[in-house]
């Protein structure tokens, strides 16, 4: 992650080996990107972190679930239940040859 994307370190909170969180103070939240090799895939979620005052981000969040979820073309196969609004990518990620476009989704997506 940290070699194809430098640029992302000022704004990552590392919470795991498998875990990043990405602060946006300036709107209390926080996007959280994990992968998950043992389910072979990779999300991303709006998630819990108090350093950037992202406490309620899904109760916020839930009226403008439906928007959102358009606006960025969100399919239901593509989201995992109970995350809130999220998005995520069945890939093997024991392949090291899929690492380079995963680091590169999670940051995109």
């Known amino acids: 992650f940290a070699e194809r994307h430098p640029q992302e ?7 795991g080996p498998w875990f990043w969180q ?3 103070p300036d709107f209390a939240l926080v996007l959280s990107m994990y992968v998950a090799p043992a389910q ?8 819990r972190n108090e350093k950037f005052g992202a406490t309620d981000s899904w109760s916020r969040l839930k009226p403008f679930q439906p928007a959102i979820e358009a606006k960025l073309k969100l399919k239901p196969e593509q ?3 109970g995350l809130g609004i999220n ?3 069945h890939v093997n990620c024991y392949a090291e040859d899929n ?5 590169d989704w999670l940051v995109r997506e």
């Not at 370190?9 to 919470?15: E, G, Y």
């Not at 690492?99 to 680091?103: G, K, Y």
Request: glycine fraction near 10%; aromatic fraction near 14%.
């Open 99 to 103: 690492w380079p476009a995963m680091t």
């Open 87 to 89: 998005s995520l990518w």
């Open 40 to 47: 072979n895939h990779v999300g991303v979620f709006f998630g």
């Open 22 to 24: 990405r602060g946006l």
């Open 9 to 15: 370190r000022a704004t990552l909170a590392r919470r």
């Open 79 to 81: 989201s995992s239940q």
